[in-house]
């Protein structure tokens, strides 16, 4: 679920076996993208268990560029209601990993944007009796650096969720009655950060057909 952006005119495919034998230009050894803020909200939905996911970053290009599109792992490809919440997005898309982010320019080495979307997330709980758990982790970046993260999960209105962080990022967690916050700093490649929350006062009878075992492949 890694997030990478497209490197313009990299080198000519003529030149790629020249290329791997050379020793890296010291350009393409430093991080091409910095991740200066990471801020995720979820909120289950009691109808038919899917997830409300919100996204906003604050993104600094690096090195190179320009950057037109970024992509933001998703769990699976079952998204739906995908809606650009800042005017800078052009249009969205997604697959089975990633939510593609087109913007409506491009941004060169130095500049920082912010952009912010949303969408409702499908098989995401898993039934044991009367009992639904979900187990939630955004996106994480493999080969760029997140400054500050902070990951919100919101109990459905009338729920208490018993509700544990799961992440390796270091972060913090601060449970309050109705939600959980997780904040995180310097935050290294890879690292992620997530949520285990367990319902056992379920209002609604959820469908096994729509759970996270049964997630389509495509």
């Given at each position: ?14 030149l790629?076996l020249v290329l791997?034998?050379?020793p890296?230009p010291?350009?393409y ?7 200066e ?9 009691t109808?038919d ?18 950057v ?29 990993s ?7 320019r ?17 098989y995401?709980?898993?039934?044991s ?5 979900f ?22 209105a ?10 390796d ?7 309050q009655?109705?939600?959980?916050t ?7 490649y890879?690292?992620?950060m997530?949520?285990h929350a367990?319902?056992t ?7 096994s ?10």
């Open positions: 679920m890694l997030t990478m952006r497209k490197i313009l005119c990299r080198a000519l495919l003529c790629c791997a034998l050379a890296v010291a350009a050894a430093q991080d091409l993208d910095r991740i803020s990471y801020d995720v909200d979820v909120t289950p939905d109808q268990g899917s997830l409300r996911i919100q996204v906003t970053l604050e993104w600094t290009v690096l090195a190179e560029g320009p037109s599109w970024v992509k933001i792992g998703v769990p699976n490809g079952s998204v739906r209601d995908e809606e650009a919440l800042t005017d800078n997005i052009e249009r969205l898309s997604f697959d089975n990633y939510m593609y982010v087109y913007l409506d491009a941004y060169k080495q130095g500049e920082t944007f912010t952009f912010s979307y949303r969408w409702v997330q499908e995401m709980y898993t039934l009796g009367n009992t639904v758990t187990d939630y982790t955004p996106g994480w970046f493999d080969e760029a650096r997140v400054g500050e993260m902070t990951l919100k999960w919101i109990d459905p009338g729920l208490i969720g018993d509700l544990t962080a799961a992440a990022a270091g972060g913090t967690a601060a449970p009655t109705g939600m959980m997780i904040t995180a700093s310097d935050l290294g890879g690292e992620t997530g949520v367990v319902y006062d379920w209002p609604t009878v959820l469908s057909d729509n759970s996270a075992v049964n997630a389509p492949n495509d």
